[in-house]
């Protein structure tokens, strides 16, 4: 089965900019999950769908982040406008039905904003 | 609420050498918990997970052993290879919150070869 697929792989902006990022959940899977990681840190949740709803929101930093999942199927994550501390990697991950199962991360985006 | 942390942000091994990582968490009721490997340019990648009705699992190369009397819990890796560098996280589901996984801040393991 393919994995999580995340697009970019890489993404360099300037401050006040606008960028979207793209997570293809492995088919199937209920939940996705937006994480990121700001250098040397760990790893932090942003948001969490299940199918298209938002199940918890709690992570997402401030109003410059929009989260989507239309139908059910992949999701983005919009920042806008970017300022320099949303650097990092964004993680997106997925998993059946249910939260006692294993997360399956895609290869993550690395978002630098000059 | 829950939090996870590794004791260690950094671990220096000579190839061959058992590497063992540590991680505490401060949740009693913690009852599931689950060790990622992160290679650079890659996500977290599943490595092994444990219940709280064990102290001992063990996967290929890998044991996780767990002390629900002191929180905490290790990951072992046995005969160190250059391909087991790699950032290193626990991390364990908040029950109270979704389910979400929360992780600890992550122990780059390097080994010399």
């Known amino acids: 089965e393919a994995g999580v697929t995340q697009f970019p792989s890489h993404s360099v902006i300037e401050k006040g900019q606008t960028v979207t990022l793209r997570c293809d959940p492995i088919?199937?899977?209920?939940?996705l999950y937006w994480y990121r990681r700001v250098m040397g840190k760990e790893i932090k949740f942003l948001l969490h769908f299940v199918k298209e709803s938002k199940q918890d929101e709690s992570g997402m930093p401030n109003n410059r982040f929009l989260a989507e999942r239309t139908g059910g199927t992949y999701s983005t994550l919009k920042v806008q406008p970017a300022e320099l501390e949303d650097s990092g990697v964004y993680f997106c991950?997925?998993?059946?039905?249910?939260?006692?199962?294993?997360?399956?991360f895609g290869n993550g985006t690395r978002l630098t904003v000059t | 609420g829950e939090s996870v942390g590794l004791h260690l942000p950094t671990l220096s091994v000579q190839e061959g050498d058992n590497s063992i990582i540590n991680c505490a968490y401060s949740?009693?009721?913690?009852?599931?918990f689950i060790w990622y490997k992160q290679e650079s340019g890659k996500g977290p990648q599943f490595i092994i997970d444990?219940?709280?009705?064990?102290d001992k699992r063990q996967g290929q190369r890998v044991t996780v052993l767990l002390n629900k009397t002191v929180k905490h819990l290790s990951l072992q890796i046995a005969a160190t290879q250059p391909g087991d560098s790699a950032v290193y996280f626990c991390?364990?589901?908040?029950?109270?919150?979704?389910?979400?996984?929360?992780f600890g801040q992550g122990t780059e393991l390097s080994v010399k070869p």
């Open positions: 991950a997925s998993s059946p039905q249910g939260w006692d199962s294993p997360l399956h």
């Open positions: 949740n009693s009721a913690s009852d599931y």
């Open positions: 444990i219940r709280s009705n064990m």
């Open positions: 991390a364990e589901p908040s029950y109270n919150q979704g389910g979400k996984l929360i």
């Open positions: 088919s199937g899977h209920d939940n």
